[in-house]
């Protein structure tokens, strides 16, 4: 049977994050007190007019294929929001494609732009699935090691030398999952310097962009001119409006990339699914929902970080946006691998062992605080037992 396997996927494992939401799924299961930190998706409700505006659209039969970029109406719409929130500029005709998920629109750009021989800059620690998007094309992921002990800048002694001539690609996430860090203006601009001195696209991944903290911004690298035309911007609604379910996500671009990118969608997906689509025209109504989403996971980082910091061994900093704190942990001369199985093992408590965000993330560990208030009240409370 192996054979048949195409070569660029022997060797891909499923999500390390997906697999441990199913351990702790099934320790529930057998009845065990888990309580699980590895949650990758809001633990709100989806807005009520966004659900109301999905039922009316089935009631009113909006339910067959739609254009293949996405409803005229919603490319309006995240035009829009894409000037006035990240100051990007994208022609709601031609350079917006609506898909079902960011993690599509992801695919979508690696997949019409990249072949074998390729090389795409995947910073560490970083999200789980670029690597192994990148090497579902055949091309190969190179990757920069950010320093913990830098607050993982970005800098351009870091990245000048992962660029060779094959680079073709470098894709960065601000706010940052698993890091929590939020691009300062300096690093964006050492990102347009690069990019406008070299022959690469960027993919900017901006999924978080609705929870950053402490009056910070997103800072979009498409807002730069200079480099506009050769940024693929990634948004969508699973985090913003807690719509992870619905699927629905979408890239920026400029026309020519767009189109490239528009062919290999029209043949993969047709469209992202329509209702989906005239719900979400509604999620542009629900800044009050977003805000207050916000606010809560404000509430509960500030509530988390000094909490860790009280137990030994935990060096947490503040996220400066999305919401996980990524702590480093010594305990015992344990990895984070070991010391996530002693704490689940031992104290009922799931969470990340930074290994899966990279190689340099031996010694940290990323906890969810999309999750209530007493929930990480009673898993410190578990946690500092056992560790002490
Ligand atoms: N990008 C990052 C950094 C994420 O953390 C996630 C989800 O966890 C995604 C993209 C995927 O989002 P979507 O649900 O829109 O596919």
Not at 22 to 50: H, N, Y
Not at 187 to 203: F, G, N, S, Y
Not at 349 to 372: D, H, K, M, Q, W
Request: charged letters at 25%; a negative charge; proline letters at 6%.
């Amino acid at each position: 049977m192996k054979r048949f396997i195409n070569n660029n996927i022997a060797g891909l494992e499923p999500p390390r994050t997906v697999e441990l939401m199913g351990i702790a799924a099934k320790m529930k299961a057998e009845g065990r007190d888990v309580i699980s930190l590895v949650i990758g998706e809001p633990d709100f409700d989806t807005p009520l007019k966004i659900k109301e505006a999905a039922f009316d659209a089935i009631l009113r039969g909006l339910t067959h294929y739609v254009p293949a970029p996405g409803i005229p109406e919603l490319r309006k719409k995240i035009a829009e929001k894409l000037f006035e929130y990240d100051q990007v500029i994208a022609d709601p005709e031609s350079e917006i494609i609506v898909t079902p998920g960011a993690k599509f629109a992801i695919y979508l750009s690696l997949m019409t732009f990249l072949q074998d021989g390729d090389e795409v800059i995947v910073l560490d620690p970083s999200w789980v699935s670029y690597k192994p998007l990148v090497k579902l094309t055949g091309a190969t992921p190179v990757t920069v090691a950010l320093d913990p002990d830098d607050n993982y800048r970005l800098t351009r002694e870091k990245l000048l030398p992962a660029i060779t001539k094959k680079t073709k690609v470098m894709i960065v996430n601000s706010p940052n999952n698993p890091t929590g860090r939020v691009f300062t203006e300096e690093e964006i601009q050492i990102l347009a310097d690069i990019v406008a001195k070299h022959d690469i696209l960027l993919i900017s991944d901006e999924v978080y962009d609705s929870i950053i903290f402490d009056g910070r911004n997103n800072i979009s690298p498409a807002s730069i001119s200079e480099i506009r035309d050769k940024v693929i911007t990634i948004n969508g609604f699973s985090k913003s409006h807690a719509m992870t379910g619905w699927r629905l996500g979408y890239l920026a671009a400029n026309k020519e990339l767009t189109r490239a990118m528009l062919n290999v969608h029209s043949h993969v997906v047709t469209c992202a699914p329509s209702l989906v689509q005239y719900a979400a025209l509604a999620a542009f109504e629900c800044q009050d929902d977003v805000k207050n989403m916000a606010s809560e996971y404000a509430k509960r980082r500030d509530y988390l970080v000094p909490a860790l910091n009280a137990i030994p061994g935990f060096d947490c900093r503040y996220p400066e946006g999305a919401f996980y704190a990524y702590p480093r942990v010594h305990f015992k001369g344990m990895n984070a691998m070991q010391i996530c199985s002693y704490i689940l093992e031992n104290a009922g408590v799931l969470i990340t062992p930074g290994a899966v965000y990279g190689e340099g993330g031996e010694n940290s560990v990323r906890i969810s605080f999309a999750t209530s208030i007493s929930n990480l009240e009673e898993a410190i409370r578990r946690i500092s037992a056992v560790l002490r």
